[in-house]
């Protein structure tokens, strides 16, 4: 299997000296081309860390990031953004609330020099599901969902070949969760993406990716595939913890 | 089963420009010594009606019910100083957030003796009862804590401090709005086995309110499922599986599985009728 993002021996160290927090802690995994990869975590377990690591967005302090074979360069080149690009957590924080729905999709258009800005942007809100009523709106004319598939067409507006996920249904409800999955699950098969989907919920990484890695403490306690996991065939007691853990309440107090 | 709480036809309105918005209309139901879960999306008026029972609906928003009676008590009208005896000592309120909910600048100590003192306990007597409820929400270092203030505890301990000091005044009813949302899988479920002794041991009533339907059918006794203010479906926890309504069977069948593959997810399909 040739990579096409792999992570080798990844550390992120926050702060100097005596205050230094190690939140990743030589990580390792690769990504194939078309696969998607997920990882869960608990909060602090440093998964949000990784991705913004690839990005260039955490003080990585070890380790290599390769794309298709080669390091990516520090600081970040314009080039790489045309490959990778993130979608954050929160749609109510991760858009400007000053600038149209426009205005957001067109501004990585300019910075990359792409022409017929103005048919991409339309072409943009109609793959995710908005029509062009949308293009003029402010963020906070639209609802969660809706400002979460705008930062989802802001990020596939410049091609890219990757998307990192950063918890991308965390903060919507659980029946525009399932509207943003199954917009995420069409277009990757429409093009091709390969995924790095990071989230605390165990059921949407099991529905969305088809390996995944298990972090605690800034470590991967474990990596499995999908069908291992449904098969209850997880060899780590943490990731036996976070299955039971997603399967609800227990009236004998077992957790 | 006596009911420690009866609401009947509760109505909750926020004036708009176009005149007032509903956004609780017309729910009753009765609680007893058990567990209720509120289920609903957000905007759903699950939180306004917790809310409207404590008399915590926000300056503006008008609260009408046919009857709303807590242990005998009308709520309806009720002056500050029924309110001031009923809060905090018999009814209580657990918010979603501790970040937001608790005092930053007050230890967590100073802020359980200031929920738990009445009139006559001494300040000695008031810290050996917030010592004990620390110990009952399980932290492990009462005195560390004690003497913490919010910024220095983890999230799942400062919401089982949250928790200690609604419990503190020892309450017949503890509404949870959301009380383990901000929290990570296996420390809500630490909350919720705390929740669960407390009322079995000593025969409070619950509400529970949650967005989340399957962690609310695992751990309530009942389950009323709200959309656009009204009560759409009242279902036992045990028969959810069984649920009728198809905003219900919706919220049920577009959660993702880990056992199971759907795909694409089952959406929910909006039906006008239902918020009527």
Request: proline letters at 4%; hydrophobic letters at 45%.
């Amino acid at each position: 299997m040739s990579a096409l993002l792999s992570v080798d021996d990844l550390s992120v160290t926050f702060g100097h000296g005596a205050d230094a927090v190690q939140a990743v802690r030589g990580i390792a995994f690769a990504v194939a081309e078309g696969e998607s990869f997920g990882i869960v975590g608990e909060s602090g377990s440093g998964k949000s860390t990784v991705l913004r690591a690839i990005c260039g967005l955490a003080p990585v302090s070890g380790g290599r990031i390769a794309l298709d074979g080669a390091a990516i360069p520090a600081p970040r080149r314009a080039d790489f953004y045309r490959r990778v690009q993130m979608v954050f957590q929160d749609p109510y924080a991760s858009l400007h609330p000053r600038h149209t729905i426009d205005r957001v999709l067109s501004e990585p258009l300019a910075i990359h020099g792409f022409g017929a800005r103005g048919a991409r942007v339309e072409a943009a809100l109609e793959d995710v599901g908005l029509g062009h009523g949308f293009r003029f709106r402010y963020p906070h004319q639209l609802s969660g969902g809706q400002r979460q598939r705008v930062a989802i067409a802001r990020a596939l507006i410049l091609e890219p070949k990757i998307l990192l996920l950063d918890e991308p249904t965390s903060a919507l409800d659980a029946s525009i969760q399932a509207e943003v999955l199954n917009l995420l699950d069409r277009l990757r098969a429409e093009r091709g993406l390969t995924y790095v989907l990071v989230s605390h919920d165990l059921a949407v990484v099991a529905h969305m990716c088809e390996r995944l890695a298990v972090m605690q403490n800034g470590r991967v306690v474990e990596e499995l595939t999908r069908d291992a996991l449904r098969g209850h065939a997880a060899e780590q007691d943490y990731t036996r913890t976070l299955l039971r853990a997603s399967e609800g309440f227990r009236k004998d107090g077992a957790t | 089963m006596s009911a420690i709480l009866e609401v009947e036809n509760l109505r909750v309105a926020y004036p708009s420009r176009q005149g007032p918005v509903e956004v609780v209309r017309g729910v009753s139901f009765a609680l007893g010594r058990e567990r209720l879960g509120i289920v609903g999306e957000s905007g759903s008026g699950k939180s306004q009606t917790g809310r409207a029972i404590l008399g915590l609906t926000a300056a503006g928003g008008r609260v009408t019910a046919d009857r709303l009676h807590f242990d005998g008590i009308d709520l309806r009208g009720a002056s500050p100083r029924i309110w001031r005896q009923l809060r905090g000592r018999r009814m209580s309120m657990v918010m979603q957030d501790p970040k937001f909910s608790l005092n930053p600048v007050m230890t967590i100590g100073r802020q359980i003796v200031e929920a738990g003192r009445r009139g006559g306990v001494s300040r000695r007597d008031a810290k050996a009862r917030a010592l004990e409820m620390l110990e009952a929400v399980q932290i492990r270092d009462p005195g560390r804590v004690f003497d913490a203030y919010p910024h220095e505890l983890s999230g799942g301990m400062g919401q089982r401090a949250m928790i200690a000091m609604m419990l503190v005044g020892r309450p017949d009813l503890l509404i949870a709005d959301e009380p383990t949302s901000a929290l990570d899988v296996t420390v809500q479920l630490e909350v919720l086995g705390i929740l669960d002794d407390l009322v079995r041991d000593r025969g409070m009533g619950l509400v529970f309110i949650s967005h989340d339907l399957r962690l609310v059918s695992t751990f309530c006794d009942r389950v009323l499922v709200m959309y656009a203010g009204r009560v759409v479906e009242e279902i036992a926890a045990a028969d959810l599986d069984r649920a009728t309504h198809p905003y219900t069977r919706g919220l049920l069948n577009c959660l993702p599985r880990i056992d199971a593959e759907a795909r694409p997810l089952p959406t929910l399909e909006r039906d006008a009728d239902w918020a009527r």
